[in-house]
């Protein structure tokens, strides 16, 4: 069964930063893959939140961009999701999420609360 290790949620002030990490496994990182995070909040559908391909072709959804940064650093087969200018609504679980060709793979969470 293949891991995705999320770690760096926390309880932040509205306005500030905090970066979150995914860990994939080395053999899965290597291959033609989609990395993305995606985030629910309470009472609401899951929703992606950024997209990063193996070439580091990056996509946002249009509520963090120029806020948020995703990216990857192959050495450690782990891709990021740098946060900044937190607002109460970020608030939510967020999940990374791993897409190859004919498999995909979901983290179990991690959890962003922004107060304000």
């Known amino acids: 069964q293949v891991q995705l290790v999320e770690s760096g949620g926390a309880l932040v002030q509205a306005g500030g930063s905090l970066r979150l990490s995914c860990a994939a496994p080395a053999n899965i990182f290597s291959m033609n893959i989609i990395m993305s995070w995606y985030r629910q909040a309470p009472g609401k559908q899951r929703e992606l939140v950024a997209t990063?391909?193996?070439?580091?072709?990056?996509t946002y959804t249009d509520s963090v961009k120029g806020r948020f940064t995703i990216s990857r650093e192959t050495a450690k087969n782990t891709v990021y999701l740098q946060m900044s200018s937190l607002k109460p609504e970020d608030t939510a679980v967020y999940y990374c999420?791993?897409?190859?060709?004919?498999?995909?793979?979901w983290g179990q969470g991690t959890q962003v609360t922004v107060s304000s």
């Open positions: 999420h791993a897409k190859l060709v004919r498999t995909e793979y």
């Open positions: 990063i391909t193996r070439a580091s072709t990056t």
